[in-house]
Nanobody
Framework: QVQLVESGGGLVQPGGSLRLSCLASGFTFRYYGMSWYRQSPGKERELVASISRLGETTNYADSVKGRFTISRDNAKNTVYLRMNSLKPEDTAVYYC?????????WGQGTQVTVSS
């Protein structure tokens, strides 16, 4: 079965950095684009970044452009989100998502808290 397992979240001070990882299994990872989403309390889940199956195309939410970088390693079945210059408003649970034959799959999420 499809599994997505995020890791790398934590508490970081404003201006700091984190790298999130999402390990995928149960499907042929290199065939599918991947995305990172986030959700803050009281807000809808929003798209943060997406990457094509070979990594040649990436897209970002305006709020994270220039600060976040999405990448993938198809040999390791892993997608990453490098987050720099973190702000308190980046505090959220971060999820990775796969769309496989029109079905949506989500990981369990990893908490990122940006606070001094």
């Amino acid at each position: 079965q499809v599994q997505l397992v995020e890791s790398g979240g934590g508490l970081v001070q404003p201006g700091g950095s984190l790298r999130l990882s999402c390990l995928a299994s149960g499907f042929t990872f290199r065939y599918y684009g991947m995305s990172w989403y986030r959700q803050s309390p009281g807000k809808e889940r929003e798209l943060v970044a997406s990457i094509s199956r070979l990594g040649e195309t990436t897209n970002y939410a305006d709020s994270v452009k220039g600060r976040f970088t999405i990448s993938r390693d198809n040999a390791k079945n892993t997608v990453y989100l490098r987050m720099n210059s973190l702000k308190p408003e980046d505090t959220a649970v971060y999820y990775c998502r796969a769309v496989i034959t029109l079905d949506l799959y989500w990981g369990q999420g990893t908490q990122v808290t940006v606070s001094s």
